[in-house]
């Protein structure tokens, strides 16, 4: 089976500070996901990376940043977190060739930011 | 743009009764794939069932069918035989042929009762 891992269940920042979230597949997919969840909005995709030191943005990319130095591991940055950035985050990964159409999700991280 | 699009926030079910998730979805394109994923408390998101729109038959998985009507953009997702644990979240997504994005819907939450 397929394991996405995010490094956190739950997390609380102050405003301002530089925040990692970190997210480790198992799978050697190609191309892994960051998305934003909120309530009322679903998920809003925020970040993506088709392979190692390569990034692509999403739909929601300002104040956030990404890094993918190896292939199994894509973390989130947020440069300066602020309260506007409480949410919870999930990332996916998916096999490279457009026909493996399935992406694979984490459990999730659930940031405050107070 | 593409925009999906869930038009009930939540549902209800009995226990071993049907459910209808409705989904409509709007895009010029032609080529496509659509998804259901659950989303339980655990919150890890898991593919329920997927359909790609150049077949007319529609997907079924086990208790989980799909009435696709493409002329009409709609993507419905049908429950037979309710079980406590199809209690969740669920999200459609939409995604083209030929690109990575998924979009999704805003949610639909499931309550099922014994």
């Known amino acids: 089976d397929v394991k996405v891992t995010q490094s956190s269940r739950y997390l609380v920042k102050r405003t301002g500070e530089k925040v990692f979230l970190e997210c480790v597949q198992d799978?050697?997919?190609?191309?892994m996901f960051w998305y934003r969840q909120d309530p009322g909005l679903g998920l809003r995709l925020i970040y993506f990376?088709?392979?190692?030191?390569?990034?692509e943005k999403g739909d929601i990319p300002e104040g956030y940043s990404v890094s993918r130095e190896k292939k199994e591991r894509f973390s989130l940055i947020l440069e300066s977190a602020s309260t506007n950035q409480t949410s919870m985050y999930l990332c996916?990964?998916?096999?490279?060739?457009?026909?493996?159409?399935?992406?694979?999700f984490g459990a999730g991280t659930r940031l405050s930011v107070l | 743009a593409q925009t999906v699009t869930q038009s009930q926030p939540e549902m209800s079910v009995q226990e071993a009764e049907t459910v209808t998730l409705s989904c409509t979805y709007d895009t010029s394109e032609s080529d496509y794939y659509l998804f259901w994923y659950k989303q339980p408390p655990s919150r890890q998101m898991i593919l329920v069932i997927r359909q790609e729109a150049y077949k007319q038959q529609n997907a079924t998985e086990n208790r989980f069918s799909v009435n696709f009507q493409k002329a009409a953009k709609s993507f419905s997702l049908k429950i037979s035989d309710s079980q406590l644990g199809d209690a969740a979240m669920y999200f459609c997504a939409y995604r083209s042929y030929n690109t990575d994005k998924l979009i999704f819907g805003t949610g639909t939450r499931l309550q099922v009762f014994p």
């Open positions: 990376s088709y392979d190692v030191k390569m990034k």
């Open positions: 799978m050697d997919h190609e191309n």
């Open positions: 996916a990964s998916r096999d490279s060739g457009l026909a493996k159409n399935i992406q694979y």
